[in-house]
């Protein structure tokens, strides 16, 4: 994947937003593919590039490592983090053990998802994979967030940064985006109906199928062959 270039601000930054202006422009340039997963992040190249010190670089470098969006290595410096089956599996494997029974306290609730109605029509129009990856993000995170566990909440929330960069990569090389908006509808449509346990298993299938489709086992191709 070609990287597209990194733009600095027109205007200089202020010093105390500094770091969240370096911070915010990277995660978007990761998590919309601009930047590949492998990328090297020079931080003397990148403090050029949005017209700072390497301090705020350097912070923002960090906190997008405690996201999972970056590694860091004391040797070969910091890169953007590379999706592969066993990085997925992990990051979906707590999704399928926590969200789920965020999602039946929510429809038990009795929430308000127009949040989730609002990112489902974002992911419909989305011009590219990586804007429907955000809006799905999105999406999953209007499911969860009104569960009525803010550290339930914020656990999930830590994850989905990665969730959306293993999507994005993922549906790059065989989207469907039919089958994806499909069991999206259908997980609504059971929450709104205030049938709790039927929307929290199909969210449950939802997660269980895509790492397996997306990244199938070696032993060879899954039955049907498609990402989620």
């Known amino acids: ?72 290595s004391e040797y070969k410096g910091a890169a953007v983090r590379t999706v592969d089956a066993a990085m997925a599996r992990s990051v979906y494997d707590v999704r399928l053990l926590l969200e789920p029974e965020a999602l039946r306290r929510t429809v038990a609730g009795e929430a308000d998802l127009a949040a989730a109605h609002q990112a489902l029509e974002r992911a419909a129009t989305a011009g590219d994979s990586a804007e429907r990856s955000l809006a799905n993000r999105d999406f999953h995170r209007a499911l969860y967030l009104p569960c009525g566990n803010p550290l339930l909440a914020r656990m999930l929330d830590d994850l989905r940064d990665q969730a959306a960069l293993v999507s994005s990569v993922a549906w790059q090389a065989r989207p469907t985006w039919e089958r994806e908006a499909a069991e999206h509808r259908a997980i609504l449509a059971r929450a709104e109906e205030g049938e709790a346990d039927a929307a929290a298993a199909l969210l449950r299938e939802h997660i269980e199928g895509f790492v397996r489709r997306a990244f199938p086992n070696q032993d060879g191709p899954n039955q049907d062959g498609e990402t989620a």
Do not use: C, D, W, Y
């Open 1 to 72: 994947m070609k990287n597209a270039p990194l733009s600095a601000g027109a205007a200089p930054v202020p010093i105390p937003s500094r770091t969240q202006f370096v911070l915010e422009h990277l995660t978007h340039v990761i998590l919309t593919g601009q930047l590949a997963p492998g990328t090297a992040l020079v931080e003397t190249e990148l403090a050029a590039r949005f017209g700072v010190s390497k301090t705020p670089v350097r912070e923002a470098l960090k906190t997008l490592a405690g996201r999972g969006l970056v590694v860091m």
